[in-house]
């Protein structure tokens, strides 16, 4: 890879607790390697994108698994990386802050950008992406325009929902372990 790459894997990552989000800004873009003076010159796009206001200035402790998403996408696209790894980032947050981090992807894919994004939603996978490649069993199973992918992967799932022995993964769920089993289920209704 040849330029920086930023990546959204897990929430809050990198992040430290006890700071506030605008220290854990600091420390997100040092970590990255950028100056102090670079971090001071984007750091109000950061605060602005995230739309947390006073709580900026609070310990990330403090802050719910939407509000953290909202710091790292904020940081994350901020320094501008020539390649974004995503992985379900868009699960989590209200629809209007998911809208606000599609609509940064487009602008990303506009200027040249390339994102990695993982995801089970198809709706997402879509919407974002050019190619898509369906991994099962670490092996690539398909690869392709995204509507031909999704929607062999959508008729995969469904004919497993279809198939009982598919439900436990083909395994008896409690097989070996001396747990109790429920072999039969009746509902009675008392007049």
């Given amino acids: 890879i040849n330029g920086t790459v930023s990546s959204l894997l897990e929430l809050g990552t990198g992040f430290h607790s006890e700071f506030t989000g605008r220290a854990n800004i600091y ?107 369906w991994i099962q069993d670490g092996r690539i199973r398909m690869a392709g325009l995204p509507q031909d992918v999704t929607l062999a992967y959508a008729n995969y799932a469904r004919s497993l929902e279809a198939r009982p022995e598919t439900i436990a993964g083909g395994e008896t769920q409690a097989g070996g372990e001396d747990l109790p089993v429920i072999e039969q289920v009746r509902l009675l209704v008392e007049d």
């Fill in 27 to 133: 420390l997100s873009g040092q970590v990255q390697g950028f100056t102090r003076r670079e971090i001071e010159s984007k750091i109000d796009v950061i605060v602005d994108f995230a739309e947390l206001g006073e709580y900026i200035d609070q310990p990330v402790r403090t802050y719910s698994s939407g509000m953290i998403m909202r710091l790292g996408f904020s940081v994350a696209t901020a320094i501008d990386p020539e390649v974004l790894i995503i992985d379900e980032i868009l699960a989590v947050g209200d629809l209007y802050f998911q809208k606000k981090c599609v609509d940064r992807i487009f602008d990303f894919r506009k200027r040249g950008k390339s994102i990695l994004f993982c995801s089970h939603s198809l709706y997402d996978v879509r919407q974002v992406c050019d190619e898509v490649i």
